[in-house]
């Protein structure tokens, strides 16, 4: 059981050990520059540990970390694009380096405590080659019973191999329950916030985080019209229909008589010549689009079917959205294609796939 010294990881440990199953509880120790608070939650896990009897082990995945995530989370922003760093940890350290280490020290099965679902279905039909019918054994990622902290956008990229041993004890909970929950079970960190910021790091300033990696170079704002409007700090720090951080002159007004005082959003960048350009919430509907690609596509289960309706998440927390999806399964690339034009896609995201509760899989747009 990965337990972050939260409630929710806590919580998942007391009711894996009430449903008779052998837990070990394990906290992941990360330590990079900007964490420094891992004593801590470490310490709140060993105390859970403790008040449930469980015996408590540290992996250290600093390396792992700084060269999966970190590395890659500068790379893709170097390169103008915008990644999502809780979806690249969960491939890279929870369900790679941690799920990988589990297995060598003999575990059997995994858990954490995320808000997800998972149900296993036998001998279920899968269309092969040349549309042979084959039935296997399919483990199906669901959506939490809480719908407001449903986690699985960053879960997308879950191997079926993988998933077929994992284990989401708290995904049929709303978290009001978890908290009354950890209370009945005694744990000492039942009254403990929710943990927010970047996965592992907690709350700090993305923007500090990577102009430590990535140095800060003034650059031109334009208008959709190419007029000079404003400065930036540097155009891989920010991300389409991102609002803040630019400075643009009251004074100016783009086109088609929109004013100077409206918020303006990032529209697009151009990494090489270090420019970004912005939109106001008045011209919105000016810079949506109705298709995507998608590259580095997992489907957990069979992919989605060329001509059937299915939802898709562009961020987390987005409302979901009409779509069809056609499958490039040679190069593990997709298109989708919205019922209604979309706002603030930016290449580097994730867009995962439902079909009705039953997560599919997803992408990284490009």
């Known amino acids: 059981m990965a337990m972050s010294g939260g409630v929710d990881s806590s919580v998942a440990a007391a009711l894996l050990k009430k449903q ?81 280490e589990a297995r060598r020290r003999g575990a059997d099965l995994i858990a954490t405590g995320h808000y997800a679902g998972i ?10 080659q040349q549309g042979k019918v084959a039935t296997k054994s399919l483990s199906r990622l669901l959506t939490a019973k809480d719908k407001e902290k449903d986690q699985t956008y960053f879960l997308w990229t879950i191997k079926q191999k993988i ?27 039942a009254a403990k916030p929710d943990s927010q910021g970047l996965c592992f790091l907690g709350e700090i300033d993305f923007k500090n985080f990577l102009a430590a990696r ?20 540097g155009a891989h720090f920010y991300t389409i229909g991102e609002r ?27 990494v090489t010549k270090n ?25 957990l289960t069979d992919p989605p079917r060329a001509g059937k309706n299915y939802l898709a998440r562009t961020r987390y927390r987005a409302p979901l959205v009409h ?7 040679k190069n593990n690339r997709a298109k989708i ?9 930016a290449p580097g995201q994730s867009c995962v796939i439902y079909d009705q509760n039953i997560c599919l899989g997803g992408g990284v747009i490009i």
């Open 323 to 329: 779509c069809q999806v056609i499958i490039d399964s």
């Open 214 to 233: 990535l140095p800060e170079k003034t650059g031109l704002v334009l208008s959709e019209a190419g007029k000079i409007i404003g400065e930036h700090r």
């Open 244 to 270: 803040h951080g630019f400075k643009v002159n009251s004074k100016l007004t783009l086109p088609a008589g929109a004013a100077g005082r409206l918020p303006f959003y990032v529209v697009a960048k151009d």
């Open 20 to 100: 008779g199953y052998d837990v070990t509880g394990v906290f992941i120790k990360i330590e990079v520059a900007e964490n420094c608070a891992w004593r801590t939650e470490r310490r709140d896990a060993m105390r859970a540990a403790a008040a449930l009897q469980l015996p408590f082990l540290t992996f250290d995945l600093s390396a792992a970390y700084e060269r999966s995530v970190i590395d890659y989370l500068v790379r893709e922003y170097r390169a103008g694009r915008t990644p999502n760093p809780d979806v690249r940890c969960n491939r890279q350290i929870k369900f790679g380096e941690f799920f990988a």
């Open 119 to 128: 149900r296993r279905d036998n001998n279920f039909a899968t269309h092969g």
């Open 275 to 299: 420019t970004i350009t912005v939109g106001s919430s008045a011209q919105r509907q000016h810079w949506a689009v109705k298709e995507i690609n998608l590259n580095e596509t997992n489907w």
């Open 337 to 345: 294609i919205f019922t209604e034009p979309q706002t603030g896609l």
């Open 163 to 189: 998933l077929a041993r994992c284990l989401f004890p708290i995904g049929d909970y709303q978290k009001i329950k978890v908290r009354r929950l950890a209370k009945k079970f005694g744990l000492p960190n």
